[in-house]
């Protein structure tokens, strides 16, 4: 059998926090799911980088003296991030507040 992937252990995750929606939200979830899914792979692969690479780095055009710039990995990790963001309130926002468990959706 094969290891399941990152990717596919995030869906299984999220799906598990937001299988309380109602059978319609939760079918309209799923592309969402997905896509945040996809999104916190790239931004832990990214994250990682940064931690190794930096932020920044020195960059150089022609006879230039070099200067720091923000990497664009960086870039790349701050709208990721502001994806899934946005996706994961999406999700919360689907989330019926007069249907809600007692002690609430865990999405931890």
Known sequence: MAKKSEEQLE?????E???GLPPK????AQGLIAEAARLRVRCNALW???QVKGEVELFAQ???EPYERERPASRIYTAANKSYQSIIKQLNDMIP??????GGFDVS
Do not use: N, S, V
């Open 25 to 28: 939200q939760f079918a309209l």
């Open 62 to 64: 022609g006879d230039q």
């Open 48 to 50: 990682e980088d940064l």
């Open 97 to 102: 507040k007069d249907e809600a468990p007692a």
């Open 11 to 15: 869906i299984d995750r999220l799906t």
């Open 17 to 19: 926090i937001y299988k």
